[in-house]
């Protein structure tokens, strides 16, 4: 008998399989409620789990390489330089296209500037009465040069401290206003974006495939009329950011290029197409801020006859469009699915089992009944 | 009674712990399919899910910081700069060893160039028979500078629209064939590559422990011998990414250098190491596609006695080289697992059930007897 | 008796509702630990699941744009140039203030060089007895130019071969020491840095709300008294990357000044704070390397009163700053939530089940008895 048990024992292990025994209740509410419920958890999941989150997709993302070109020509009539046309090798910095560029759309020009001593810009930390005012060697913070120890007239009026520097100063109080190159509006730039999502081993330029050349010569982007054209006009992005460029243009600013390669690749590969929107990126607000727009300086070098090194200083206020690539590509891939899902499935089973025990556990004499009945019904129990 | 039966639930509430009351099919059939079933899952999970997909890793991607340094010379013969031999600072655009960097490959110059009054090159719309043609102040999109109004002659037959540009004005119509600085398909570059994973603080760059400095100063990449070398052959890389640099170099492109750092932290540090691959990032087919090749305009500025600025005017077609970092690394983390593992087996286990239910549903008799035989095998049922 | 049942069949079907029949234990030691079980799980779930891992949120990694603004001047006393002071425009490469701004340190300057021939400078490759050991043509790979095919005298002792280049040569074997530009250590720079999130679209910037401009105007970093000042002075960063200014500034480097945006958006949005951070990027090690430091070369390109081009080569060593900004951010998400609750409670739960039932398989005569008993109690069994 031990012996016999002992064996049965063995082979239930090896070969015996076990199910739990179903209790069935017979009872139209209920079931209906079970029914109702099921229905909902199915819902759920095919709707919002797959349908909207796309949790069955394995995820990768965007790996992109830009490329633009700036086009346009403007004339300007100032003082110092009288007539002059600007060209994209002069106000397009850096020159080599990349996917973050510089229009310049104000200036201020120092001609002439050698290395020398002249009188600071007068201004609170500058002014002076006598040379011991003046520290030499002092750098000031947002001084132009090295104070030599002397006090000089700046003007008539004014004594400011000596500093070795880049001389004439330049200054810079009087922004030209309307901005010299207010005109940089009607420009175009030619943005191409090659992307991949190396995981897919998928590939995909902006310049989409069903667009021919001589359309792509002529298009400007336009949301409604040209969505895929990649030739965008500078005010237009500007406006499009909510900005007015007449006024961006004055102190600069930046403006976000951002192309948008969300992709779902279950879909067929020409239904991935980037979608392009524009912001600005800096805080143009005076309060909480410091040194709002966007500028900077540069410089040409010449030497003169006596090849004494001079220098035009330029102090280029632009705006620095930011070329933005992002996106996620999803494609349909089992363990996601399958963790998803199962992890859905098992956390809502185990949520009802409890409200549906609580729920029952006050009324036991239902569930007796209810039990022999059924069991009766499946031949159960007692043989 | 009532109170005793009360209690003991109060006691079962507290105390009392719930188990499934199993039934075992004794059936070596049925048992043996089932132990397959189970053996199936596990290796499922085993091999899937944790071997090939990985699925109990936490991931980072990668922070990278790239350095480039270019080497070489090239001695060229042109009509108007006759001997000249370009060195670094000249070919690759911007110098400052970025992680993107041009080399010019092909260069049209037009030196001599400073602001005035000089006829457009022909094309349809700069071609002129009177004034009346012109409209002062009008920029042509793909035009040189600013019309002033006037139509003179370009040449003896051609009238012109006169515009206001720098002049005389570049005539790119003539591409130098073959390209002027073929040669630099002989230029190596030197890539340094930092990259890190944050989350898991790891740090690793592409100059390898294992080398050394003598044999990193003469080595260059091959995919064969030298996989880690850092020196790469530029015409070496354009030929692996499928292109004819003597051709490429006319006109210019892009070429992605791809450093692939993915990483299965779990195993030792020495074994993570950067892959390296080439591709061309730009569009080459003229079809559905504008501007192909890569060029770009910038200029040197001069003085000349009568300190009137001059410049030469480059139009430097070339190749870009992207240097583009990627990479996930991944590491145990035992959430990760767990909630793959759970989910894995919870569908799974769900599947099955189903399977079963729906197989068995139709042979009721065969339960209860085997249920009532278990019950006694295992001292089950009334006592 | 067949068809009631075969009905009796479909309406459980339809309208059946099985639940399992669960089998009691009323054992005081059992349930204790059971209970204890079910409150270790709980805990794990709560804590570390949810609590450190967060795993009940979904995720989005940051899109960010950084502008730059270096401010200082340095006066300098070499003998080529004499006293010269140095603005942001000479020692900023590239100016136009982008997120990896590299500034200058120290210099080797070689002014009026013109295209024309002279002896190589000597090395054991150029060294030379006669013009046989010299290879018209030929391109020394660490060379400056392309050899003629003549040896030349070098100096009185020495002969080299003569290259084509541009004349003469740069000499850099001496580099300056102390660095030339040294001082830059007293540097500031300001670093605007604008992130957003655009699956939550949110965006903030490194400029915080709270405060104010005229904070900002005298403000510098420092990481306990002002955490939050986006201005840095150079030293302190080297510094914080633990390197000596004086001796990087000699030979240059990489410096990373890492901005960890990782924000919990499901607290308010002034908790997401940018965290600052700093290390050096590029290998300083002498093994395993190769040309340690950052330098690269450029020049100033002048034209002479014969129109002859000439220029000053400057081999720039300089501190490179990489701007990296990264960071991930979490917001409470029900399908993550779900995902990870479920799996992780389905994968306890079945661990549980395993190690209770190897537990009690051993003691199979404790479970019908007090099965017996727990049916008793809730008075089922037989009617």
Avoid at 36 to 59: E, K, N, P, S
Avoid at 326 to 340: E, L, Q, R, S
Wanted: proline share 5%.
């Amino acid at each position: 008998m031990g012996c016999k048990n002992c064996c049965s024992i063995c082979l239930q292990c090896l070969f015996g399989y076990e199910t739990n025994v179903m209790l069935v209740i017979n009872n139209k509410g209920v079931g209906a409620l079970f029914r109702l419920i099921q229905f909902l958890i199915i819902a759920y999941v095919a709707v919002y789990v797959c349908w909207i989150q796309r949790a069955y997709q394995d995820t990768d993302s965007v790996i992109s390489s830009v490329s633009t070109k700036v086009k346009g020509n403007i004339l300007t009539n100032t003082s110092i330089e009288g007539v002059h046309v600007w060209d994209v090798p002069e106000y397009v910095i850096p020159p080599q296209g990349e996917k973050s560029f510089l229009v310049l759309t104000n200036v201020i020009q120092t001609p002439g500037q050698t290395q020398s001593k002249c009188p600071e810009i007068p201004s609170l930390v500058t002014k002076c009465e006598s040379d011991s005012d003046c520290i030499e060697g002092h750098t000031e913070v947002h001084g132009n040069g090295v104070q030599t120890g002397h006090c000089v007239q700046y003007s008539d009026t004014i004594k400011t401290c000596e500093v070795q520097a880049w001389c004439p100063l330049e200054n810079d109080t009087i922004i030209p206003k309307p901005a010299l190159l207010g005109a940089a509006e009607h420009f175009t730039v030619l943005i191409k974006n090659n992307i991949q999502y190396p995981k897919f081993s998928f590939r995909k330029r902006n310049l989409l495939h069903h667009i021919n050349s001589t359309y792509l010569k002529n298009c400007t982007f336009d949301r409604k009329t040209d969505p895929h054209c990649p030739i965008f006009r500078l005010g237009h992005m500007v406006t499009e950011a909510g900005e007015d460029f007449s006024i961006m243009a004055l102190k600069g600013g930046i403006i976000g290029i951002f192309i948008d390669w969300n992709c779902d690749l279950d879909f067929p590969e020409r239904f991935c197409i980037p979608k392009y929107s524009f912001s600005r990126l800096d805080n143009k607000n005076p309060e909480n801020n410091i040194a709002p727009g966007y500028n900077f300086r540069f410089a040409k070098y010449y030497k003169n006859n006596k090849s004494i090194e001079t220098r035009t200083l330029i102090k280029a206020f632009g705006i620095r469009f930011d070329v933005i690539v992002f996106g996620m590509a999803g494609k349909f891939n089992i363990v996601p699915t399958i963790v998803n899902l199962g992890a859905t499935l098992a956390f809502l089973s185990l949520v009802i089992k409890c409200l549906w025990h609580n729920h029952f556990h006050v009324v036991p004499e239902l569930l007796p009944g209810d039990c022999y009945f059924s069991m009766e019904t499946t031949s159960y129990g007692t043989p």
